[in-house]
């Protein structure tokens, strides 16, 4: 479970996945003797980070959200596996995914789908806040090259060198499908929005030779081709339950945000 907003309003559904989940697998892979595990991760366990720094392997972990801290506390358990039991086990920490078939709940998806569909793209507090965006070949790329080549025991950071404040890219994405800018709705911030995430990638450049190699703007038309041209998919998976979410989570914003306490 990777939506931060998820966590957020129900906690105990992202811990059991998040980091029983690790366990569960990690003993799995232990009885299993797998020779190799790459734990996969996020930049959010850094928190937010003050410009002009930017986080390396060794920043450290200040979770701000139920979802973050799953992702921490997971971190930790699978390199205690390699502390502990000798398990060849490393940890990646990637930058915000984007790409063809990700869950329209998350930004880039969502405003590509709410603007194809002329319905509100719901933009928090300022939209000011900074992520990375990493395209999701050149994730999977790097993750294969630290299986292959990446050391036992190493933490990594996974990011694709374009950090860009969200309502940037939400304005992108609005000229991309040549929508306007009325179609913004601002909406209440939420609890603990960290500001900026920012994290160097030197150090999986130097061990394995990754490099992302998918410029920002190719992928973010690429990606709003895709979604265009799977409507039906985009209607499967934005119907029912998906709904239902979606109205507490940004039409019924404040509502949602008082019930927290």
């Known amino acids: 479970e990777s939506h931060v907003d998820r966590s957020i309003l129900s906690p105990k559904p ?86 063809p078939y990700q869950f329209p709940e998350k930004l880039i998806p969502l405003m590509i789908c709410n603007a194809l569909e002329d319905q509100s793209l719901p933009v928090y507090g300022d939209g000011q806040q900074v992520r990375d965006w990493l395209y999701v070949d050149d994730h999977a790329r790097a993750i294969r090259a630290v299986l292959d ?26 000229a991309a499908t040549g929508k306007t800018e009325s179609l913004i709705k601002w909406v209440t911030d939420r609890p603990g929005h960290d500001r900026r995430y920012a994290i160097t990638t030197e150090k999986v450049q130097k061990a394995t030779g990754w490099q992302a190699l998918m410029p920002f703007e190719e992928g973010l038309a690429a990606t709003v081709a895709w979604y265009k041209e799977n409507q039906g998919w985009v209607g499967r998976v934005r119907s029912g339950a998906y709904r239902e979410w979606q109205e507490k989570n940004y039409g019924g914003r404040d509502a949602a945000l008082s019930s927290l306490g």
């Open 149 to 174: 080549r990446g050391e036992e025991g190493e933490i990594y950071n996974i990011g694709g060198s374009r950090a860009l404040p969200n309502l940037d890219v939400v304005k992108k994405i609005l």
């Open 14 to 99: 992202v811990i059991d996945t998040n980091f029983t989940g690790t366990f569960h697998i990690l003993e799995a892979a232990k009885k299993a003797k797998t020779p190799r595990f790459v734990h996969v991760s996020t930049d959010e366990v850094y928190g937010s980070i003050e410009p002009p720094h930017d986080a390396d392997e060794n920043y450290p972990l200040r979770a701000s959200s139920p979802y973050s801290a799953s992702k921490a506390g997971s971190d930790l358990l699978a390199l205690s596996y390699f502390t502990t039991y000798k398990m060849n086990v490393s940890v990646t920490r990637a930058s915000n995914n984007y790409g």
